[in-house]
């Protein structure tokens, strides 16, 4: 049996991500979203949606720029800090110790410390009620050197990100369930794969094992 609800936002888990902003000879502001997610393949697209009354609505509406920054466990304290505070009025990369760091094509900046940056630039900008929805294409990211294989493949589950459920966040834990397509998967393909995975483990375990190494001597 199930209980029904008023309609609400309950589709979780979502990504809690910092949103980098800024006008041009102005300090810059970091604004924590979680409302976001992918709407494109082809050209890449994302959206942000924010409320008008933020301080970066119309840092973003005038300049036409954002940077999504992917938060980790170990930014989760910085995120909900800028999520709670205003940057009428504090420095937020100051006050967190964050590097605003240069991006490759917007004129905003991307916080350094972030495992992974995705350059947007605004499409369109749609009115909905509570909040203003920002469609921007991705026009540029970068990834930290540590998430990338040999073969140029990214390994997000590296990372150690974060979601946000129903005003709570949590880690992403490392066990997979499966990839795209597995319930349809060769036995013989299923083999290969599973091999891999277990190569793979080994491998980051005597990576992890060596940065431990260095670290100690």
Request: overall charge positive; hydrophobic content about 35%; aromatic content about 8%.
């Amino acid at each position: 049996m199930k209980r029904v609800l008023n309609p609400g936002t309950m589709l979780s888990p979502v990504p809690a991500v910092m949103v980098s902003c800024a006008r041009p000879g102005e300090k810059p502001n970091i604004l924590t979203i979680a409302w976001t997610g992918i709407i494109n393949s082809d050209p890449p697209m994302t959206y942000i949606s924010v409320r008008k009354e933020r301080y970066s609505y119309d840092i973003i509406k005038e300049t036409g720029e954002f940077v999504i920054n992917l938060t980790t466990q170990a930014l989760a304290f910085a995120t909900d800090w800028c999520g709670v505070k205003s940057g009428r009025d504090v420095d937020k990369f100051e006050a967190q110790k964050l590097t605003a760091a240069p991006s490759q094509i917007v004129a905003c900046p991307s916080i350094e410390e972030s495992p992974v940056n995705l350059e947007c630039r605004v499409r369109d900008i749609i009115e909905l009620g509570s909040h203003d929805m920002f469609l921007a294409e991705i026009v540029s990211v970068s990834a930290d050197e540590k998430l990338i294989d040999e073969k140029g493949a990214i390994h997000l589950d590296r990372a150690g990100l974060i979601a946000y459920s129903h005003g709570h966040y949590f880690p992403l834990k490392k066990a997979e369930i499966g990839r795209f397509g597995y319930s349809v998967m060769k036995p013989k393909t299923r083999k290969r794969y599973e091999a891999q995975k277990r190569a793979e483990y080994r491998q980051a375990k005597r990576a992890a094992a060596s940065r431990k190494g260095r670290r100690d001597k």
